[in-house]
């Protein structure tokens, strides 16, 4: 068994500055479970934290059952992989992973087998004998978790292991961890700032803001059920395209109207607004860039709108346009779904209407940016009720 409790943590440094509120999780036995948030949110020093880094102000971490707040790091049974690898200079590749078995007083056989099959399995056997400066990145990160995988430890903690790499050095080795996860037999505590790592990585993810736990969901969750408009801006890129708009609740269903149009809110959305008896009136309206389409021209559910920005992406399009009031929102459209013709039409300034499904639409509270329909019960918010 290898789970991780935290109940109530807090962490408070000099002048009463707050860095974590409250912190309540349950991490089961042999869970991949991600911080991720933007810097200065908490994540790093509730990981330290747990790893005996960082003093707990308040509450308790349990490490199976066993409160660890008075433990040192090294009787805590974990394994820590840090940003900047932090590896002996003047140490072989061979003893930079042995090291913290020699000082176990483990016999040389054993250390041997332990630091070959790591080798082994991280595709380092062949820099055994190198030094830490004759690698390059991606390898010295390579070294550094397998340092940590030897000790067999019950937790393997990860603090923002891939953020020195370049981004295609940081798929690589995104796809290495994931093997490396089925490979091994214990918990993962990953800390990221990426949320595309937190989302191809994470059994759950653990969205923070300002100290504070937003959401605690699966991928799959946290991108279709995001329970605050901060979520729902972080998760996904481009980001969620936001705007004000109204709610109609009319005979046959709900409306919204941004810009004039009149989108009709069906499906799922349409029946929670219903059964939660939603009255209707100003929201915050969220919308993915996938999601959004090119309309063939006016209409009453089209959007009217100008081209400012063509990215071109490879197989999409990413078209910044800003409607009559200004407001700016991105649109994906594949590439694939584009004629000649109509790719060539998309220069900046053209006019383009734009549309979408009203089971794609995501609504929030304009006061306390709640998601109006779908509740999260997993943490306590940075919001006011």
Not at 3 to 19: C, G, Q, R
Not at 111 to 125: D, F, Q
């Amino acid at each position: 068994m290898a789970s991780v409790k935290l109940t109530n943590v807090k962490k408070i440094y000099d002048k009463n500055v707050v860095a974590v509120h409250d912190f309540n999780l349950d991490i089961h036995d042999k869970e991949f479970v991600v911080f991720v948030g933007p810097s200065g949110c908490g994540k790093s020093t509730t990981l330290r934290m747990i790893a005996g880094l960082e003093e707990i102000s308040e509450g308790t971490v349990e490490i199976d059952g066993e409160v660890v707040n008075d433990l040192q790091p090294k009787d805590r049974n974990i394994a820590m992989v840090f940003q900047n690898y932090a590896l002996y200079p003047h140490m072989s590749v061979y003893d930079n992973i042995a090291f913290s078995l020699r000082l176990q007083k483990i016999p040389e056989d054993v250390i041997y087998n332990k630091v070959t099959n790591a080798a082994e399995i991280l595709g380092i056997t062949d820099y055994l004998m190198r030094k830490p400066r004759a690698l390059s990145g991606g390898q010295r990160q390579r070294v550094a978790i397998g340092r940590a995988m030897v000790r067999n430890s019950k937790v393997f903690l990860m603090d923002e292991p891939l953020s020195n790499l370049d981004a295609k050095l940081r798929n690589q080795m995104r796809a290495e961890i994931i093997l490396l996860r089925q490979k091994l037999d214990t918990t993962f505590i990953y800390v990221t700032h990426d949320q595309t790592e937190a989302m191809t990585l994470g059994d759950r993810i653990v969205i923070m803001k300002d100290g504070y736990i937003m959401q605690v969901g699966t991928p799959t969750e946290v991108f279709e059920k995001p329970a605050n408009l901060f979520v729902a801006e972080f998760i996904g890129a481009p980001k969620m395209n936001v705007l004000r708009t109204e709610l109609v609740k009319a005979g046959d269903g709900y409306y919204v109207t941004p810009f004039g149009a009149r989108i009709k809110v069906d499906g799922e959305k349409g029946n929670l607004l219903d059964e939660k008896r939603i009255p209707g009136g100003e929201i915050i309206l969220g919308v993915r860039p996938e999601h959004i389409v090119l309309a063939k021209g006016p209409g009453p559910d089209a959007i009217p709108v100008r081209l400012e920005v063509n990215e071109m992406m490879g197989s999409e399009l990413h078209l910044h346009v800003y409607t009559e009031d200004g407001t700016r929102l991105i649109v994906r459209v594949p590439t694939i779904d584009l004629e000649t013709e109509q790719r060539e039409n998309l220069v900046n300034g053209a006019q383009l209407y734009i549309t979408f499904a009203g089971k794609v639409m995501h609504f929030f509270d304009p006061e306390t940016e709640k998601n109006l329909i779908y509740e999260d019960h997993s943490a306590n918010y940075g919001i006011d009720d």
